[in-house]
Nanobody, 125 residues
Framework: VQLQAFGGGSVQAGGSARLSCEVS????????MGWFRQAPGSEREFVAA????????SYADSVKGRFTISRDYGKNTAYLQMNSLKPEDTAVYFC???????????????????WGQGTLVTVSS
């Protein structure tokens, strides 16, 4: 199974960006999909997750109302739409999935064990 994240870049504060995470190697619909981020000098933190069905989502408080996670089963891809970006959103963003999670409920962050490479998002003021 491979996860590949795309879409990072430089954005001005208040702007928008969309990250994509393409999954290959196994049926995409079987995975909870999550996004995490790691800012310079900080630990990696949870950003958002979406269930198999797409009917359940979870967001970190810091991004609620600004970020939206979604998934496209036809393209085996999960997305993170980021609006109203702030300089504190600057980080390397990772997509991830829990390989051995077998329900539609969003799991604890400790269960995410499949990771894509990161993509850097830089928000300038």
């Amino acid at each position: 199974v491979q996860l590949q994240a795309f879409g990072g870049g430089s954005v001005q504060a208040g702007g928008s960006a969309r990250l994509s995470c393409e999954v290959s190697g196994r049926r995409f619909s079987m995975y909870i999909m999550g996004w995490f981020r790691q800012a310079p000098g900080s630990e990696r933190e949870f950003v958002a997750a979406i269930s198999w069905s797409g009917g359940k989502t979870s967001y970190a408080d810091s991004v609620k109302g600004r970020f939206t996670i979604s998934r496209d089963y036809g393209k085996n891809t999960a997305y993170l739409q980021m609006n109203s970006l702030k300089p504190e959103d600057t980080a390397v963003y990772f997509c991830a999935a829990p390989e051995h999670h077998y329900s539609d409920n969003i799991p604890p962050v400790e269960e995410y064990d499949l990771w894509g490479q990161g993509t850097l998002v830089t928000v300038s003021s």
